[in-house]
């Protein structure tokens, strides 16, 4: 759905209408080349700021012109976040007690396995609750704390927390992991930057982790084509770090370049090469056009 409108007397467009039938989106460049992004909700007169380069603007709209016939192609970016990490005890309300955690233990630092995390639909269900009121907050059963609200129209989930899949390593094991990042509403050309939430307790002093994406491309017979970890930087805990908990917010990035990467699993991993616990907290995604 296209609007042309005034915003200051500068020409914008409208460039996307939210699934929802209401929320409509415009961008617009101003006099000094910045690239502004924002939220017109129903109410016409309202105009919301989500992204600007610079000021926070306040104008009101009027809308003119032509409404165009068809689905017009989302074209903006957009967030979800999750706390639904399976081993999150329930005996304190899904909150990771002191010590306890999952272990990368002495076969994965022995065989250099990038231990994935699952994903738990009852943990989804129970933390992910939206802890606002204004705005109404959407559904967000199987898809996360906004359900969905701040996602291109296009993209309605990009959290899986029921499939299981499994990988079978050199050494002989086996790692089940449920759910993942789910690739299969992204189109060639998005970028995806996933913020990884966890806190790490080393169990020996001088231990490196390499937080990653598990990620294993697959074609269009869901057979995998190639498997490998999409890392972010390297975390480091040296001497006096032991048993003490840290929290780290790790980076990672992932480009939809093909149909493969569309049809790919993606699972969020560390490989440590001394023991180490994980307790694995939350991921915010962010979807770039």
């Not at 617009?28 to 992004?37: E, H, R, S, W």
């Not at 999750?82 to 999952?102: L, N, R």
């Amino acid at each position: 759905m296209n609007i042309d409108a005034q915003i200051g007397g500068e020409e914008v467009t409208i460039v996307h209408m939210n699934s929802n039938g209401h929320d409509l989106f415009v961008s617009y460049i101003k006099a000094n080349g910045d690239l502004a992004v924002q939220k017109l909700y129903n109410n016409p007169s309202s105009l919301v700021n989500l992204v600007s380069t610079s000021a926070t603007i306040n104008q009101t709209v009027s809308t003119s012109g032509v409404i165009s016939s068809g689905a017009l192609t989302a074209v903006e970016s957009g967030i979800e976040f999750t706390g639904g990490f399976a081993g999150k005890p329930t005996s304190a309300s899904y909150v990771w007690e002191e010590g306890t955690g999952i272990s990368i233990g002495t076969s994965a630092v022995a065989n250099q396995i990038f231990q994935t995390f699952s994903f738990d639909r009852d943990v989804h269900l129970s933390v992910d609750t939206p802890y606002w009121t204004d705005p109404t907050p959407a559904d967000h059963t199987d898809k996360g704390v906004f359900g969905g609200s701040y996602l291109p129209a296009d993209v309605p989930t990009v959290f899986n927390y029921i499939d299981t899949d499994s990988d079978t390593y050199e050494d002989g094991s086996n790692i089940v992991t449920t759910g993942r990042i789910d690739m299969s509403n992204f189109k060639v050309g998005d970028t995806i930057r996933v913020r990884f939430d966890y806190n790490a307790i080393p169990q020996i002093a001088n231990t490196t982790i390499e937080p990653a994406i598990w990620y294993k491309n697959r074609d269009a017979n869901d057979d995998v084509t190639f498997t490998f970890p999409l890392t972010s930087n390297p975390v480091f805990y040296g001497t006096g770090t032991v048993g003490k908990s840290y929290l780290n917010r790790s980076e990672i990035s992932v480009y939809v370049a093909s149909q493969e990467d569309i049809n790919a699993l993606a699972y969020l991993a560390i490989k440590s090469d001394n023991l180490i616990t994980i307790q694995p907290l939350s991921v915010l995604l962010t979807v770039i056009r």
